[in-house]
């Protein structure tokens, strides 16, 4: 069978980003909450806080560090696979990915040593300042490359000049129509997998180890946390859903499984198995009408199918359709969870019910797997245009022979892998470690073994002998 070099090139830069985009909505989720933690213990000293901050600070600098890793590839893989791509649109995608080099990365870059190290150097507020300063570094992070990445999808504020996209307007570049949609969904997005994360954990440590105050506490607060946000992005994603509707009717259409041109009152499909050859879906298992009331906030109303487009501008239907379905399962799934809690807490049950506690501690990936549905929603549903209705994918690929890619392809399955097992042993090394002791901690900030001690004390010495 012969190779396909524009095949081969997607779906590296598929399961690249997808190595990538795993670890910015872990980062984004535990940076917050690290500035959280901390200030409330600035707050009320409560050391469980401080213990929360402290434990929870080197599992986000290893989950940082390989978003930063995995990140610098895929710049690359512009230029190297797609080519054409980057000398079209260069002008409007590479200020906005500069834009987040020097307004995120940077600020990121400058206060993280102090956030992770800097706890016996600087003072406490100054600490607590450079780690809000992290926390809205990636939050900066996710707006510049969410900006980015929507123009793609509904592009504004341009000109095409001899075949090159030109800048007009950069607020209609930076805020196009599915922007504040897409960023305010991703944000949410990020905050819950970090929430989630950490519930998971913390109910864990809360059935296998001695830590039960900190994990308590933990438990608590993402529940809490959870109660709030998963319904939000429920809200936000219905949102979404009708802005997809306004700007991408066939990426909706492949999202909800609906093939004739046009259907009145068209069904919500629970299930079914999309068949793109029939054009057809099999085995649909519905629920009448209610797709176009969600959509259209009327029974019988009107939705594009997939069939008013020709074949070849249809995305790959079953990839999107059931990508759907995993992310609103996940997201179902973590309101149940939420709900359940507050029910638990208000019984007051919620530490002793070990079927919950058993059952939270398995959804630490949760997050993670609905960001990746929803990727797959959204990039997959966008194809076969690379930038929607003016520049398809095959269009754009870089003339590379097919073999060169999949040698590159294949090297960086290997890599990444080893790489991903590396940081889930960490990982795992971390959680099983615990978290400081209350002893450990008041030592680490004034006993003689802390870092930094040492100079401090000499300065103290060299003032009361009279010295500058």
């Known amino acids: 069978m012969e190779l396909d070099a524009a095949l081969l090139s997607r779906l590296q830069f598929a399961f690249t980003v997808s190595f990538h985009i795993i670890f910015p909505s872990v980062t984004i989720g535990l940076a917050t909450l690290i500035a959280i933690w901390e200030g409330l213990w600035l707050k009320t000293r409560n050391p469980v806080y401080l213990q929360l901050a402290k434990f929870w600070i080197k599992p ?25 791509f980057s000398r079209i649109t260069g002008a409007v995608l590479g200020p906005l990915m500069a834009y987040e080099v020097l307004t995120a990365f940077f600020l990121e870059a400058g206060f993280l040593g102090i956030m992770l190290f800097g706890w016996q150097r600087v003072g406490p507020r100054l600490h607590f300042f450079a780690t809000v300063v992290v926390a809205v570094g990636t939050w900066i992070s996710a707006f510049w490359i969410i900006a980015a990445n929507s123009w793609m999808h509904t592009p504004a504020g341009y000109a095409i000049v001899d075949g090159v996209f030109h800048v007009k307007s950069w607020w209609e570049v930076i805020f196009n129509p599915s922007m504040p ?3 305010s969904h ?9 929430t989630f994360v950490v519930l998971a954990t913390s109910a864990w440590q809360l ?51 609906i093939w004739p041109e046009r259907e009145a009152g068209a069904p919500l499909l629970l299930f079914a198995i999309p068949d793109r050859a029939a054009e057809k879906n099999h085995f649909e298992i519905a629920i009448p009408k ?21 074949a070849d501008e249809r995305p790959n239907v079953a990839v999107v359709f059931f990508s759907f379905r995993i992310m609103v399962g996940i997201g179902m799934l973590m309101i149940l969870v939420a709900v359940t809690g507050a029910y638990l807490r208000w019984r007051g049950t919620l530490y002793q019910s070990r079927w919950f506690l058993t059952a939270c501690s398995y959804l630490a990936p949760g997050g993670i797997i609905a960001v990746l549905a929803g990727w797959y929603v959204v990039e997959v549903g966008r194809q076969p245009w690379l930038v929607q209705g003016l520049v398809r994918t095959i269009e754009v690929v870089s003339p590379l022979p097919a073999e060169r890619v999949l040698f590159s392809l294949t090297l960086f399955v290997l890599t990444y892998s080893l790489l991903f097992g590396v940081y889930l042993y960490f990982m795992r090394k971390l959680i099983r470690k615990g978290p400081p002791s209350p002893e450990q901690l008041q030592q680490q900030l004034i006993g003689v073994k802390a870092a930094g001690y040492a100079a401090a004390l000499a300065k103290q010495i060299k003032a009361a002998q009279g010295y500058n």
């Open 207 to 257: 059935l296998h180890t001695e830590h039960k105050a900190m994990a308590r506490k933990g438990l608590s607060m993402t529940l809490w946390l959870a109660l709030i946000l998963t319904p939000l992005q429920a809200y936000v994603g219905d949102l979404h859903g009708l802005n997809v509707k306004e700007h991408q009717p066939v990426k909706l259409a492949a999202m909800e499984g």
């Open 290 to 310: 209610l797709a176009s009331l969600i959509l259209t906030h009327d029974p019988d109303g009107e939705l594009m199918g997939l069939k008013a487009v020709p």
């Open 186 to 194: 991703m944000l949410l997005a990020a905050f819950i997998t970090g």
């Open 60 to 84: 986000f600098a290893i989950t940082f560090g390989m978003g930063v890793v995995s990140g610098i590839v895929l710049s690359y893989e512009f230029g190297t696979n797609f080519s054409e």
């Open 181 to 183: 949609y897409r960023f």
